[in-house]
């Protein structure tokens, strides 16, 4: 039994959806087929879920929504009249729309998340009903029916783990199940998303749930490339990479799979398949427990924008019981979380994402630490970048920092901080966000080009 998952970008337009219907006939096994709501057609379309949002906003703020709101409306209608399908589920998806616009705006992260959520709930229902028009055996089935249940965070829920004893009884229902990602029910009923992309998520969590065979995730390119296909053109594919390296990759800039989305399929041992909806006869990217390592130390470089950095320097730092403690604890005190820590006898450095940091917390961040800690000098840094170089051959191969810095060194890229040491298969650097383009090709070059397919 396997869970196929179709991104936005596969589910944009009717043809793509006559795409997927083939996909998904082609292979009996393909039993339960998770979406997203429809995404992009072009570079510069504009996502359902992101018109969800704008929609929502007005009218949390009173405003006029009735423009955004037909955009969203004629996007499935485009694609219900693209299908021939009947009719009469654009008035489905209308009422919806229209009857949770008009909710209790009381708590607005709910009601967001409620808006959002609809994006990949109206796009299953329009699925099945094209499924079922085309004579697949097929059904809409909604999370809170299946169990999916998940914690009370707006925009970033996290699953339960009694969902999957729920889910499970999903491999007894007849025929094919079209499942909305992204979002699931809190024990008390409401909505919850996941983060932004969690389709992602809701289909490892199905995988492990009904104990799939493999977890596909078609999206549309024809594999993980080992770089960014948008930084450097034409990169070489990646056959097979462990759980491992995929979670640090999509951590650090590898949009083309979720990082929350492999710890459910990796807890039951269900191997994910990224494939391409344009070119599903392209094997693409397995991504497994354990791999053959037969492509040099590294499997990929990953970047990452909008962080930075807050390096404090204190003689002594390293005799001081606490130190580390309290500056954290000043950070906490504003809610912010942070990333990274690298450290040295006299110094450490914070790296956090810069938009959870007005200019007036930073200030008081600034000066607590100065006059709570007695810091020598706090400096904050903007607008830096962070760079991954990943692979499990870097556990047992020397001088891959060396070959990495010499690289960027050579092509002129300032290094802002190396983070080495806490991931046996990973090396962070950091850069100034314009030296970006020419780090990660410099390090691509280095690892990629010179070695043998
Ligand atoms: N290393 C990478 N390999 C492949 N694609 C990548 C990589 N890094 C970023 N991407 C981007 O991820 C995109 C696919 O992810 P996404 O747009 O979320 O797809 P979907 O709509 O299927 O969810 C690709 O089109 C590509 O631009
Ligand atoms: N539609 C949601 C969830 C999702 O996973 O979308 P996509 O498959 O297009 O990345 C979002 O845009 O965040």
Redesign the pocket.
């Known amino acids: 039994m396997k869970v196929v998952k ?7 337009s009717g043809e793509q959806l006559k795409k997927v219907l083939q996909i998904v006939v082609s292979d009996s096994s393909r039993k339960v087929v998770v979406v ?1 709501a429809p ?2 057609r072009y570079s510069d379309d504009i ?1 359902v879920t992101d018109m969800l949002i704008e929609c929502a906003e007005k009218h949390l703020e009173n405003e006029d929504a009735k423009v955004i709101f037909q955009a969203i409306i004629d996007r499935y209608e485009s694609i219900v009249k693209e299908l021939s399908i009947p009719s009469d589920i654009i008035q489905t998806i209308t009422n919806d729309l229209k009857e949770l616009l008009e909710s209790d705006k009381s708590k607005p992260e709910s009601y967001l998340d409620a808006v959002k959520a609809s994006g990949e709930d109206n796009n299953a229902k329009l699925i099945a009903a094209y499924f079922q028009h085309s004579g697949v055996d097929a059904q809409y089935v909604n999370p809170k029916d299946a169990g999916l249940l998940v914690s009370d965070e707006p925009g970033n829920a996290q699953v339960l783990p009694e969902s999957y004893e729920n889910l499970y009884k999903l491999r007894d229902r007849k025929g094919i199940i079209i499942f909305p990602g992204f979002f699931g029910y809190s024990k008390s009923g409401e909505v919850l998303t996941f983060s932004r ?1 969690g ?2 998520i809701t289909g490892s969590i199905l995988a492990n749930g009904i104990k799939a065979d493999l977890y596909e ?5 024809d ?9 450097v053109q034409n ?1 070489k594919e ?1 056959v097979e990479l462990t759980y491992r390296e995929m979670r640090e ?1 999509s951590y650090a ?6 990082d929350e989305a492999l710890i459910p399929a990796f807890r039951a041992g269900i191997p994910v398949n ?1 494939k391409n ?1 344009n070119n599903p006869s392209a094997p693409g ?1 397995k991504i497994v427990n354990e791999r053959a390592n037969s492509n040099g130390p590294v499997i ?1 470089i ?1 970047s990452d924008k909008g962080f930075c950095s807050i390096y404090i320097s204190k003689y002594l730092m390293n005799r001081e019981i606490g130190f580390g403690r309290k500056l954290l604890q000043i950070l906490e005190d504003y809610g912010l979380t942070y990333e990274h820590v690298p450290s040295g006898i006299d110094d450490v450095t914070v790296i956090l994402r810069q938009k959870q940091m007005s200019k007036k917390v930073e200030k008081q961040i600034t000066e607590r630490i100065m006059t709570e800690l007695q810091a020598d000098e706090v400096i904050i840094e903007h607008d830096l970048v962070l760079i991954m170089v990943v692979g499990e051959g870097m556990r047992h191969n020397v001088g891959t920092t060396a070959r990495a810095s010499k690289a960027l060194a050579d092509a002129g890229v300032n290094i802002e901080m190396i983070n080495q040491g806490s991931s046996e298969v990973s090396m962070m650097f950091g850069v100034k966000e314009p030296q970006e383009k020419r780090a990660v090709q410099a390090l691509y070059n280095e690892f990629f080009v010179a070695v043998p397919v």
């Open positions: 179709f991104g936005g970008s596969s589910l944009a997203s995404g992009k996502k992309s389709s992602d995730n078609f999206t549309d390119v594999a993980v490339y080992s770089v960014n296909p948008t930084i990169p990646i990759l800039g590898f949009s083309v799979f979720h990224v909806t990217t990929g990953a």
